[in-house]
């Protein structure tokens, strides 16, 4: 069946690059998503990328596709104390608009 | 979000009762989704829904009806409350380019319930 997995816990200090790792089974996926969720709050939508990419890069986000092992990975150049918060992986599965989310990986950013 | 709002933010319950959250969207977005948030568990999708009276389940429905009689509106309905079903709930929508969602989802703010 479908799983999205990530580890649940990653500190850093400011300014340095974070870097949290997704690895999904479905390797029908089309598209693969990052979100953020502050305290108390929703899912805001990061990024995404389409499988057909290896990579997208949106100012101090980059985002790594690796099909062939189904590892998703996003990093965060210069981490701020703002980008504290939980990040989900997320893969669309079906043509249902179905999404599978990872567990979420906290970040925690120490000054 | 803009354009989708979840009522109650905060509800505490006691076991045994029935419990109606409501998610409510401006976007004519035709899916809407309902997912609860638990630790550990990341979110999972407990119903969606195609369009007005189409609905259909997620992995953990049970315990759980929705209704959508009304594009704008998607209503989770826990029958008999429990304790298990103490949670963030998050509604999200979406709307589909072809056979396939593009941008993901928006998602609402969240009801905290609470069952005692």
């Known amino acids: 069946g479908e799983d999205v997995e990530q580890s649940l816990f990653l500190s850093v200090r400011e300014g340095d690059s974070s870097v949290i790792n997704c690895t999904y089974t479905?390797?029908?996926?089309?598209?693969l998503y990052w979100y953020k969720q502050e305290p108390g709050a929703g899912l805001q939508l990061l990024t995404y990328?389409?499988?057909?990419?290896d990579m997208k890069q949106d100012q101090r986000l980059t985002v790594l596709l690796n099909k062939k092992d189904k590892h998703l990975s996003l990093r965060i150049a210069d981490t701020q104390t703002g980008d504290s918060a939980i990040y989900f992986c997320?893969?669309?599965?079906?043509?249902?608009?179905?999404?599978?989310f990872g567990q979420g990986t906290e970040l925690s950013v120490k000054p | 979000d803009a354009g989708i709002t979840q009522s109650p933010r905060h509800k505490v319950t006691e076991t045994g009762t029935p419990v109606t959250l409501r998610c409510h969207q401006t976007?004519?977005?035709?899916?809407m989704y309902w997912y609860r948030q638990d630790p550990g568990h990341g979110l999972r999708l407990i119903h969606y829904?195609?369009?007005?009276?189409?609905?259909d389940k997620g992995e953990v429905s049970d315990g759980y009806s929705v209704s959508r009689s009304k594009t704008e509106d998607f209503l989770l309905t826990l029958e008999s409350a429990t304790s298990s079903q103490t949670s963030v709930y998050f509604c999200?929508?979406?709307?589909?380019?072809?056979?396939?969602?593009?941008?993901?989802?928006?998602f609402g703010s969240g009801t905290r319930l609470t069952v005692v």
């Open positions: 976007e004519n977005h035709r899916y």
């Open positions: 999200a929508i979406s709307e589909p380019t072809g056979t396939r969602i593009t941008f993901g989802y928006t």
């Open positions: 479905d390797s029908s996926s089309t598209y």
């Open positions: 829904s195609y369009g007005v009276k189409d609905t």
């Open positions: 990328i389409f499988s057909n990419m």
């Open positions: 997320a893969e669309s599965i079906d043509q249902g608009g179905k999404l599978i």
